[in-house]
C-alpha cells in the first residue's frame, strides 16, 4: 500500500515506518525535524516539511496517490501544554484539520491515527475501556481528543475509514538498537531514569508517594514500542480487509508503579543513581492501565514483549548507542 506517514521521524513513528517496510508497503514520511531526526528513517521517502503549511501538503498529495494516511506528527509533553496550550491547538488540533482537508480532498480511504490515554483525563476505573466518557484534564489531551472527532465527523460524512490508537505509557526499542527514543529534553519515566545510567542526568524525582496504589507511587500501563508498531501494521490490514473504524486502546493491560520501574533500571544497569521523592505533579492519575479486550478482537493483536524487564532493557541499550551516536 502506498502510505503517508507524519511524524514518521519521530520515536513512535520510525518503528512503525521500519515495520511497514518489511511488511513490503511504499512508505512516503512528511516531517519537520522539530524532533525527528533523518537517521530514524530506514525506508521510504523522507519529505521535510510542516503540517502548517498547507501548500507543502497540497502538492504532497498532488505528487503521490496515498492509500493511507498514519498521522504521528505532533507535540506529547503535557506540563508544556499546560503552559502553552495554543502551540498544541495549532500542532496538533489545527494541523491535523490542515491533513484531513487533503485526506478529504484526494479521498484516501484509510487514516490511522495516533491518539493517547490522556482523553480519558482523570476517571475513576484504573482499567479503562474505550466506551469511557472523554474527559482530558490537560490541553495536550484535548487537543488529541479534537482530533479524534475531526476524524470521526470527516469519516461519517465521507467514504474514510479509520483506526484510533489510544496508547497507554509507550516505551522501550527496538531489539536490535536499531531505533529508540532520541526526543530532546524527554520527560517520560523509563527514559529518564536511562539518562540518569548514561549521566546525561545526575538523578531523577519521584513525584509524589501518597498515592493509594501498592507503594504510594503512580501506577501506569508500559507498552513496548515495537508491539505499538505492530498494532499500526495490522490496523492497516484490518481496513484494507474491509474492517469498519474503530477505536482502540494500545496497553498490556496491566501496570507498574513508578518504584518498580526505576528498580527494574537501577538493577538491570547496575547503576544506583539518586532518586528524590518529591510532591505530586499536577494532573496524574494514581492509576491508568488500558482494557485492551478490544484491540486483541478487532486486530487479533498480540503482544510479543510483555515484558518489564524487556522494556527496560531495550530501553537502556538504546540510551548507551544513542549517546555513542551524539558523541
Ligand atoms: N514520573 C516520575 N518522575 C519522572 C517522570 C515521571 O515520578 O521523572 C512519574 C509520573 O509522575 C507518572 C509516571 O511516572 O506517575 C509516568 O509518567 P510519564 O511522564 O512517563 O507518563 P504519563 O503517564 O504522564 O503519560
Redesign the pocket.
Known amino acids: 500500500m502506498k502510505v503517508l506517514v507524519t511524524g514518521g521521524a519521530g520515536y513512535i513513528g520510525s518503528h512503525v515506518v521500519r515495520q511497514l517496510g518489511e511488511a513490503g508497503h511504499d512508505i512516503v514520511v512528511f516531517d519537520n525535524l522539530s524532533t525527528g531526526y533523518r537517521w530514524a528513517v530506514t525506508c521510504g521517502e523522507l519529505v521535510i516539511g510542516d503540517l502548517a503549511d498547507e501548500q507543502a501538503i497540497a502538492d504532497l498529495f498532488s505528487q503521490h496517490r496515498f492509500e493511507a494516511v498514519l498521522h504521528f506528527a505532533a507535540n506529547i509533553v503535557?506540563p508544556e501544554s499546560v503552559e502553552n496550550p495554543l502551540k498544541y491547538y495549532r500542532n496538533n488540533t489545527r494541523n491535523t484539520l490542515n491533513l484531513l482537508k487533503a485526506v478529504e480532498e484526494h479521498q484516501v480511504p484509510y487514516m490511522v491515527f495516533s491518539s493517547t490515554a490522556?482523553v480519558y483525563g482523570m476517571p475513576e476505573e484504573t482499567v479503562l475501556t474505550e466506551d469511557l466518557p472523554l474527559a482530558p484534564i490537560n490541553p495536550y489531551g484535548a487537543s488529541k481528543m479534537m482530533s479524534e472527532r475531526m476524524i470521526m465527523d470527516l469519516a461519517a460524512a465521507s467514504s474514510l475509514n479509520y483506526v484510533i490508537l489510544r496508547y497507554f505509557?509507550v516505551a522501550g526499542a527496538n531489539p536490535d538498537g536499531l531505533l529508540g527514543q532520541a526526543t530532546p529534553e524527554a520527560?517520560?519515566?523509563?527514559k529518564?531514569a536511562c539518562e540518569c545510567v548514561t549521566g546525561k542526568r545526575d538523578g531523577?524525582?519521584?513525584?509524589?508517594t501518597d498515592y493509594d496504589t501498592r507503594d504510594g507511587?503512580?501506577i501506569?500501563d508500559y507498552i513496548h514500542v515495537e508491539d505499538l508498531a505492530k498494532a499500526h501494521v495490522m490496523a492497516l490490514e484490518y481496513m484494507a480487509g474491509g474492517g469498519e473504524s474503530r477505536v482502540l486502546n494500545c496497553g498490556y493491560g496491566r501496570g507498574f508503579t513508578?518504584r518498580e520501574v526505576i528498580d527494574v533500571v537501577k538493577r538491570q544497569s547496575g547503576n544506583d543513581f539518586p532518586v528524590q521523592e518529591t510532591g505530586r505533579?499536577a494532573g496524574?492519575p494514581a492509576a491508568?492501565m488500558a482494557d485492551n479486550s478490544r484491540i486483541k478482537k478487532v486486530l487479533g493483536w498480540q503482544p510479543d514483549y510483555d515484558d518489564l524487564d524487556t522494556i527496560v532493557g531495550t530501553a537502556l541499550a538504546w540510551e548507551k548507542i544513542w549517546q555513542d551516536k551524539q558523541a
Request: proline share 0%.
Open positions: 503535557v490522556a505509557n520527560t517520560h519515566l523509563i529518564v531523577m524525582s519521584v513525584f509524589g507511587t503512580c501506569r513508578v505533579r496524574d491508568l
